[in-house]
């Protein structure tokens, strides 16, 4: 399907209204209870935040325990703050999570006991920082289910993962002729890498629509395929969408053809339960940061038969066997793509994240998420005039716990900065890295609302009483 480029149509009016907010309320002490406006629109203020139903006192503690959500938030010191007396409703997890004290400690620990440069060093600090960070590989390796450690590459993020496939991979085996398959839907980190590749190799993206359902058209993906298709990127789960895709479906499809594949598996990892040979994927990315691990260190999932088939993707120290003055020879992968002093103490954080993680156990967390999820897609749904972008849950369709969605004539920046300001509900507001996606949707920007393992239906509520109260202002000056 095409579409058409649109340029910005309606701009934020944050600053206003920041202006309008000051002059009636010169003490900032907001509260949830509502902003007040003029007694035009102070009733029907009124009337939405009585119309907010608890509906978390029907499912959250159906049990009388707690939920994992309330089990799991005294690990979380930045979740436990107030700001202007309102305690911080934390959303915007799909941009990146908050990291338990067990992470924070790990990271200190190494700074604090054993900073050290890794590989390099025959002294006592030397040995057991390689050590820990090897174990840190060791860990990625076992979480997903990889096939053995050396298959696990450590990159500065997902975004460099890629690109290293790209540069390594595609400049290698991609030529004029060739296609490139994708989905509307990715983020611009799968995207912008393959744009440079297919200028310099003559190859060409192929792009995957969407379905009435806004979910990428498994149809069309089977009809773009061809013996012309060399490799196919595609996400795992959608961070504007919130649809997840059958991977191990469409790797199936494409090995047919002789194509290779690249998971964007940033949504996913952290969520759910992983399994790269389950999938038979070629390549998967995640980031750290996603998962409650520390930003600067992401990795790259290869099969070790690619691995040991691409050349380096940067060149300088670790990643060489010998160097001449004329030439090198260079190690073996990982080593060979690890060019450089590494994120040492990140890596190791990243270890320690995902020994919290699978210490709570991943589909745990992962049922705990989809119980969630729902919750909020529902509650948002509730909401009149919001338009929630993806597809429908239902038995046989399942959303990751994220929505992103549109207000009508309020703009999402407005949105965002309101529920910041007055209520201290941090969403995301743009176009969240996928300018394309929204260009197809007709839009140029949404709100998102994310949640993560920490989260709860109360704080959904509170989300959702916040959002009442922000449409209510604005739509009172229109």
């Known amino acids: 399907m095409a579409f058409v480029l ?7 009016l944050s600053k206003l209204f920041l202006v309008i907010i000051n002059r009636r ?6 509260s949830r209870s509502g902003f007040q406006r003029p007694s035009s629109s102070s009733s029907s203020s009124a009337v939405a935040a009585a119309s907010v139903t608890p509906l978390a006192e029907s499912g959250e503690r159906a049990s009388g325990s707690p939920s994992l959500g309330e089990l799991v938030r005294p690990d979380f010191p930045i979740l436990n703050q107030e700001i202007n007396g309102l305690s911080l409703v934390y959303l915007d997890n799909a941009a990146t999570s908050q990291k338990p004290s067990a992470v924070i400690k790990a990271l200190n620990h190494y700074y604090e006991s054993y900073n050290s440069n890794v590989h390099r060093g025959i002294h006592f600090l030397s040995a057991r920082a390689t050590d820990e960070y090897e174990r ?3 860990k ?8 053995e450690s050396r298959e696990i590459v450590f990159t500065r993020n997902a975004t460099e993962a890629i690109n290293l496939v790209a540069y390594s991979w595609g400049l290698t085996n991609l030529k004029p002729g060739d296609e490139i398959l994708l989905t509307v839907a990715e983020h611009h980190s799968a995207i912008v890498p393959w744009q440079f590749v297919a200028q310099k190799t003559g190859a060409t993206l192929k792009f995957v629509g969407l379905t009435e359902d806004e979910t990428p058209d498994l149809n069309q993906f089977k009809e773009l395929l061809s ?3 060399k490799i196919v990127v595609v996400h795992h789960v959608s961070n504007v969408l919130g649809c997840i895709l059958p991977v191990d479906e469409i790797a199936a499809w494409a090995h047919d053809f002789g194509a290779k594949v690249l998971v964007d598996a940033c949504q996913s990892v952290p969520h759910m339960v992983v399994d790269v040979q389950k999938l038979n994927v070629d390549f998967l990315v995640a980031s750290s940061h996603k998962m409650c691990g520390p930003t600067g260190v992401g990795f790259l999932y290869g099969k070790i038969e690619l691995l040991s088939e691409m050349p380096p993707f940067l060149g300088g120290g670790e990643m060489i066997s010998d160097v001449f003055l004329d030439h090198s020879t260079y190690a073996e992968p990982p080593s060979r793509f690890e060019a450089g002093t590494p994120a040492i103490g990140e890596t190791i954080g990243l270890g320690a994240a995902i020994d919290y993680l699978s210490g709570i156990g991943m589909q745990k967390i992962h049922e705990y998420e989809a ?4 919750y909020l897609y529902q509650s948002l749904r509730s909401v009149p005039n919001v338009r929630i972008y993806g597809p429908t849950p239902s038995e046989t369709v399942h959303r990751a ?4 969605f549109n207000v009508n004539n309020v703009h999402p920046t407005d949105l965002a900065t309101f529920l910041d300001q007055q209520h201290r509900v941090a969403i995301r507001s743009g176009h ?7 260009q197809y949707l007709g839009v140029n920007s949404s709100a998102r609302a994310s949640l993560y393992f920490y989260n709860s239906k109360k704080e959904i509520d509170v989300f959702i009483e916040a959002l009442k109260d922000t449409i209510s202002f604005f739509t009172s000056y229109q």
Do not use: D, E, Y
């Not at 309320?25 to 907001?30: G, L, T, Y």
């Open 401 to 404: 716990a994220l929505c992103s």
């Open 25 to 30: 309320n010169p003490n900032s002490n907001s």
């Open 140 to 147: 990625v390796a076992a979480f997903i289910n990889a096939a």
């Open 6 to 12: 649109t340029s910005p149509s309606h701009q934020p």
């Open 432 to 438: 969240h890295c996928a300018q394309p996606l929204h």
């Open 371 to 374: 119980n969630l999820g729902n």
């Open 227 to 229: 013996k012309k298709t």
């Open 136 to 138: 840190a590989r060791k």
